[in-house]
């Protein structure tokens, strides 16, 4: 696949072209913030936090990115994807691009993985590809919020998300929302400002963050530390999460009983619970949070 990678793009600097993973690009995302961290800063990602994120900005904890079977599944189908994608919409010229610096903002940056080309128009597109092991009831916020960083810093008007998820092709059209861009530019700003200052972000209560912390704390030492009020908050939450998770799994039982060999479980037309096999038998969990 060819390069579309001009020095300026619609006033964004290009900062370089450089392989995924290689030390270049790690450095130029140490130096900013690209688009697949600003799910993570506006509290989107499930799987990493804000504050996590501010320890690897600071080198308090790694920041390197271990490549899982996940990871590795959506390197080695990216290409083929996009040909694919291609093939079904010939009036479109496609491209890798590289890295690109906001011409107003330097530590916001952009490196989608396509970017498109009207064959006639000249019309521009960023294209963000993504796998899933499973289907999708909606696109995971993170990712709409990805492609809108994208095309804040390039000024490009158009994006598309083209999943393979399931097994199941999808394109969802991203149309550029330049509030939405503002709100999250505000929190960038706010994030970035942290790692400037060396200020921890707020506590989140996620398991990111707890693992975080727990890095950053390795050894102990026989002393005691005076924890007060904390120390009896923590000792409540104790109990009601025990309890909590007996009430938990007491209305898993019930439902998984309810939907006998049914996959989904509803509430007024809203899958609330969803049964998966794993290692050969019946699980349930829940798939997705909503207001009934």
């Known amino acids: 696949m060819e390069f579309y990678a001009p020095e300026t793009l619609n006033g964004a600097k290009l900062l370089g072209i450089y ?3 290689s030390p270049e ?7 900013g913030i690209g688009g697949s961290e600003v799910g993570t800063i506006l509290g989107l990602n499930p799987w990493e936090s804000a504050y996590a994120l501010w320890a690897k900005k600071l080198n308090l904890i790694p920041s390197e990115i271990k490549e899982n079977w996940a990871i590795r599944f959506g390197k080695a189908f990216e290409a083929p994807i996009l040909t694919l ?3 079904e919409y010939p009036e479109w010229e496609v491209f890798e691009t590289g890295t690109y610096e906001d011409e107003f903002c330097s530590y916001r940056r952009a490196n989608p993985d396509a970017i498109a080309k009207h ?7 960023v294209i963000e590809v993504k796998t899933a092991r499973t289907t999708w009831d909606d696109v995971p916020r993170a990712y709409l919020a990805q492609v ?3 095309m804040g810093v390039t000024k490009i008007k158009k994006g598309v998300i083209v999943a393979v998820a399931g097994m199941t092709w999808n394109e969802y059209e ?3 929302n330049q509030d939405m861009i503002d709100v999250q530019n505000t929190a960038l700003e706010r994030f970035w400002n942290s790692v400037k200052t060396e200020t921890k972000p707020n506590w989140d209560g996620s398991e990111a963050t707890y693992n975080a912390v727990r890095y950053m704390n390795p050894d102990f030492e026989g ?3 005076e924890l007060g009020p904390l120390g009896e908050e923590l000792y409540r939450a104790q109990i009601a999460a025990d309890e909590g998770y007996k009430y938990l799994m007491l209305l898993k039982s019930k439902t998984l009983d309810t939907m006998g060999s049914a996959k989904w479980g509803v509430v007024n037309t809203v899958r609330v619970a969803s049964r998966q096999l794993r290692a050969g ?6 798939n997705k949070k909503a207001n009934l």
């Open 19 to 21: 392989p995924p993973g």
């Open 85 to 87: 994608w291609a093939e």
């Open 148 to 150: 809108q960083h994208y």
């Open 281 to 286: 038998s019946p699980s349930l969990i829940v």
């Open 174 to 176: 991203v149309p550029y």
């Open 25 to 31: 690009w790690h450095a130029a995302r140490s130096l």
């Open 119 to 125: 064959r006639v128009t000249g019309e521009l597109m």
């Open 223 to 225: 002393v005691e530390v």
